[in-house]
């Protein structure tokens, strides 16, 4: 069964402090894979698209990293503004999304 | 206008009320999507549209009525709701399906 799992589910940050993001999948003929942040009360936002094992994009603070089982989004020095909810998706074979639960950060001053 | 828009971003509404949800893309995409994400819940995919054709149903209940008269624009017609249906509704396109979608910024809907 194509499944995606972030993890943690929560994480809390202190201004500054660097932490990383996972996202496992199990998805069959990887068609890519996206990362999103949600506000609350607000539509996905998209940042990346990675689509084979090594691939790397950067925005600003983030960097998303892709091997053939995991994701990883990186956050370096964060800001309180990087506060969200950051989504891994998947498309099936099928090219229904498969959406992760998210990991809820927070980043404080 | 840019991206997706939704309309309106927020509506309360009666269980006997008939209401209709507005999305419009401005991306020059093939393909549209409802989505439900009630709180701190993954979003659940409602109805896929490509090229103007319903393509998916997720089963969901009657009482929604997608309508995708062409390729920018998708409604959500709303009737005789519960108060369960209280959500973010979520618009969203993409070119082909699979690839990657572009989300408006939702329709926080309130079932009274």
């Known amino acids: 069964e194509d499944q995606v799992t972030q993890s943690p589910e929560a994480l809390r940050l202190q201004e500054g402090e660097s932490s990383s993001l996972n996202c496992s999948y199990t998805?069959?003929?990887?068609?890519?894979l996206f990362w999103y942040r949600q506000d609350p009360g607000k539509g996905p936002e998209f940042l990346f698209t990675?689509?084979?094992a090594g691939e790397e994009k950067e925005k600003e603070r983030l960097k998303a990293t892709l091997t053939k089982k995991e994701s990883f989004l990186h956050i370096t020095a964060p800001k309180p503004e990087d506060s969200a909810t950051y989504l891994c998706?998947?498309?099936?074979?099928?090219?229904?999304?498969?959406f992760g639960t998210g990991t809820l950060l927070a980043v404080q001053p | 206008e840019t991206g997706v828009t939704q309309t309106p971003r927020h509506l309360v509404m009666g269980m006997t009320n008939k209401k209709s949800l507005k999305c419009e893309q401005h991306?020059?995409?093939?393909?549209m999507y409802w989505y439900k994400q009630s709180a701190k819940k993954p979003l659940e995919l409602m109805f896929v549209?490509?090229?103007?054709?319903?393509?998916e149903n997720n089963s969901v209940p009657s009482r929604f009525s997608p309508e995708c008269p062409n390729s920018s624009h998708l409604f959500l017609h709303l009737h005789t709701l519960q108060p369960e249906d209280s959500a973010l509704y979520l618009c969203?396109?993409?070119?082909?399906?699979?690839?990657?979608?572009?989300f408006g910024p939702g329709t926080r809907l309130t079932v009274l």
């Open positions: 969203a396109s993409s070119q082909d399906r699979g690839n990657t979608q572009y």
């Open positions: 998805v069959s003929g990887l068609r890519g």
């Open positions: 990675l689509y084979s």
């Open positions: 998706v998947s498309p099936s074979a099928t090219n229904k999304l498969i």
């Open positions: 991306l020059g995409h093939n393909a």
């Open positions: 549209y490509s090229l103007e054709e319903r393509v």
